[in-house]
């Protein structure tokens, strides 16, 4: 099949290929049976023999590891429990959204940001730290999680005698033993390297953070007149690090860390008549920056989203106009590619956005319409409404609601993250009146006095909330939620359009 091929060639080769992916799944589940059987005599032995290890070769272009890495790291989890052990806290364990540690950073001080500065230290600033960490010290503090002998010993043989080499030009460079840092690539590697890190939140004396593998990130609020005081505090916490780091065999690298000062659009003129002292890491001056990119999301010193919007606006038109020769296929496999490709930038943590203002919002909405049009051959100057509900396709800011309220039912359902659950109460807790607000779940819309605070995360998506039927709010699982509340968005926009 060539890319000229036709949309019938097309489906006729999905169709044949059904029976071949059928027999790659048989294939493995009976490459699993030997491979598991490997794993069990490793884990008697407890120790890795030579003959399995991972001898890794990578091209210049890519970096690739067996699939073995992953299944043996996944039966080492369960067998040393280390991820579930009730010894140990990883303070530098990535969530399951970003995006609820994005609430935490901006939603949570929306009223502090009325008449404060927030100086934010955003920065991935490990120079090749999974290939830095040092197994004897690694192991010293797998040892203090009370980890079996055995263990122990597994775990120094599965670190240790690994060997890589460099694939060129379909030239190989000689072998060479890989004498620290962890696998890369393996399942196991990321969670080893938080435990090998997982004393770095104890440099922090002053500032708030979060940590994201080899990412930290510092926080500080200061009012005008202490500004000056809350940068030196931050020094001073940048200068602890720096020590910590150089102790653990890290290196820091002051040339991709970035600050950035978070204020209210009046206060931010105040800050060229302060004399602020510089940001410094290992005596390199970090300078203030109007705009950071943070784990993929634009921050900018205003708290907008224009500069995140556009970027988010270019990304998506250029996928799409990468699509456009294909567009005499079918609709069904443009509308998938459209899922696929495009809507998860708009996707990304789009439960920030709730203050989004309306040209922003409008922006987005064009190129959520042009990818309407792409899938149904609509023209430019007809009518896109059809086209949406022949698709079933919330548009972007029903989108949007969707996964906030989704968000909030899992919060309020699990009890997680608590830094936002502790931030909704229904009105049930003041009474045990069996009233309709108690029956239906109300929420207890926080009191505000600013358009700011009222826009954030915990009152927009509160009141979202509040406004949704019973039927919908009572639902006992997530699935269903999610579900009856698309069809719920779904009809209220239609009502809407009729209106």
Known sequence: MHPGSSPHEISAAVQTSRPFVFIL????????????????????????????HLNCSFKLYSFNI???ARIRDWNIELSTNLRYSSRMRLSSYKNAFCSTDYIKVIDIRFPEKINTFESAHISQFMIKAFDSVDFDLLLTKLQTLHLSDSAITWMYSYLTDRQ??????????????VDTGVPQGSVLGPLLFSIYINGISKSFKHCRYQIYADDVQLYISARPDALNDSINSLNEDLDSISSWSQQFGLNLNACKSQAILFANRRLIPEVNDLNIPPVKLDKTIIPFSSTVKNLGVHFESNLSWDTHIKYTCKKAFSILHSLK?????????????????????????DVLFSDLRIDSAQKLQRVHNACVRFICNVRYYDHISPSFEKLSWLRLHE?????????????MHTSSPYYLFARFHTLSRYHNINTRSQ????????????????SSFTVATS????????????????????SKLENYLMTSCQTNLLL
């Open 25 to 52: 799944a048989a294939l493995s589940r009976e490459a699993a049976k030997p491979i598991s059987a490997t794993m069990k005599t490793t884990f008697k032995t407890a120790k890795c023999r030579q003959k399995y």
């Open 66 to 68: 067996l699939p073995i």
């Open 164 to 177: 890589q080499r460099v694939i060129s030009n379909n030239r190989f460079s000689s072998w060479r033993t």
């Open 325 to 349: 020769r294909l567009y005499h296929y079918p609709s069904k496999l443009k509308q998938t590619l459209v899922q696929t490709l495009i809507l998860p930038h708009f996707d990304y943590c």
């Open 399 to 411: 989108r949007r609601n969707l996964h906030s309220l989704s968000l909030l039912y899992r919060i």
């Open 439 to 454: 029956r239906d779940n109300t929420l207890e819309i926080p009191l505000h006095t600013s358009s700011l605070y009222s």
């Open 463 to 482: 009141r979202h909330w509040n406004s949704l039927p019973p039927e919908v709010k009572g639902c006992r699982t997530l699935k269903s939620f999610k």
